[in-house]
Structures are given as structure tokens and as C-alpha cells.
């Protein structure tokens, strides 16, 4: 009979920044292995350290944490972190927080969870599409074939409510140098925007 296991994950956001404390507590709480690395959470995108933790775990095992933001920073990436791991019958909890996924209250939980995370995404895709929108109504804005102009409406439009660019770069399958050249693009517009402002109150004020 294979045994539970308790596996830790701690993370920090910057490299100056220290995981001991975590993986003090998550010792403490009996974990035998703690995986770390020092990442930032607004995705999940690059955390290597989780990944792994994530192919370790198995069924019967609980992966542990201090908190819930060390793990994820949007209710969609807690979601989908949580349901991979109940796929696999590992449970889910929290050393400093009522969280987890093996009580009737944690259970309960995770099911608002999947609400919380499709509003979390509809929101988001409502303001992907009033940039879009706004995008096409600017006559030259963005060139190209009509699909491609699309997917930069929508790489603009997730740039302007501060997505993550790794999250951009997953969620619209482009490369890197592709966001830096809709964000330049971006910031090029905006500056001649603001060109056109102050000649314009320069001209009235003569």
C-alpha cells in the first residue's frame, strides 16, 4: 500500500527574496519535500519548481502551501491548479488559511472557485472586446491580414488592462517579439496622441 505523502511548495516574487520562512512552516506541517523557486505569481507560466511538484504528487498525497498567493494570483489559475490536482486525488491546502480541498468546507470552496474563475475570464474577454472594438475604429490602426489584426486588437487590449505579457504570450500562442511590437506600436500612438494635444493648446494660446 503506497503512503500519503505531504509535499511542500514555497515560492517568493523576487530572488532577493527568501523561501526559509515557508519552508520552515511547511516542514513543520510534515512535509518531507518542499519544492521553491523564486518567481513571479501573476501566472503560472515559467514556474518550473510547481510544475514538477505538480508531476510528483499523487494519488492520496496532499500538496501543502503557506498561502493560497504563494500558489497563484487569479482565481482561473487557482482553479486550474486545484482541478489538475483532484484529477489526480491529491488534496490541496493552506497552513495560514482555511484551505482545503479534502473537508466538506473546502470541497464547497473549490466549487465557487470554477464560478469566481469563468467571471474572472468573461470580465476579461469583455474588455479584450471593447478594445477590439475601439481598435477597428481607428482607421490604419493596425495592419495586416484581417486574423492577424484581430489577434493584436486583442494583444493591445490585454496590454491595456496589464496582463501579464507571459500570459499573453500563452494564451495567444505568439512569441514575445510580438507583444513588444504591439506594445511599442502602443506607446508610439500614444505619444503621437499626446504630440497632438499640446500643439493643439500651443495653437490656441498664440
Not at 516574487?13 to 523561501?19: E, F, L, V
Request: charged share 30%; net charge positive.
Amino acid at each position: 500500500m503506497t503512503t500519503a505523502r505531504k509535499i511542500g511548495y514555497a515560492r517568493v516574487s523576487t530572488t532577493d527574496q527568501s523561501c526559509a520562512i515557508q519552508e520552515a512552516a511547511l516542514k513543520a506541517a510534515g512535509c518531507d519535500l518542499v519544492f521553491h523557486e523564486e518567481k513571479s505569481g501573476t501566472s503560472t507560466a515559467g514556474r518550473e519548481q510547481l510544475e514538477l511538484a505538480m508531476k510528483v504528487v499523487r494519488k492520496g498525497d496532499t500538496l501543502i502551501v503557506t498561502r493560497i498567493d504563494r500558489l497563484a494570483r487569479s482565481n482561473a489559475d487557482l482553479y486550474q491548479i486545484a482541478e489538475r490536482l483532484k484529477e489526480k486525488g491529491v488534496t490541496l491546502r493552506a497552513t495560514e488559511q482555511a484551505f482545503d480541498t479534502g473537508t466538506p468546507e473546502g470541497k464547497a470552496l473549490f466549487g465557487m472557485l470554477g464560478v469566481f474563475a469563468e467571471f474572472e475570464t468573461a470580465i476579461r474577454h469583455e474588455r479584450q472586446m471593447e478594445g477590439i472594438t475601439k481598435a477597428k475604429a481607428i482607421p490604419g490602426k493596425y495592419k495586416g491580414r484581417p486574423e492577424k489584426k484581430d489577434r493584436n486588437a486583442e494583444i493591445a487590449a490585454m496590454l491595456t488592462d496589464k496582463v501579464p505579457w507571459s500570459r499573453i504570450k500563452t494564451e495567444k500562442n505568439v512569441a514575445l517579439s510580438t507583444i513588444a511590437r504591439v506594445a511599442a506600436r502602443m506607446k508610439k500612438e500614444a505619444g503621437e496622441a499626446g504630440n497632438g494635444e499640446r500643439a493643439a493648446a500651443t495653437a490656441a494660446a498664440a
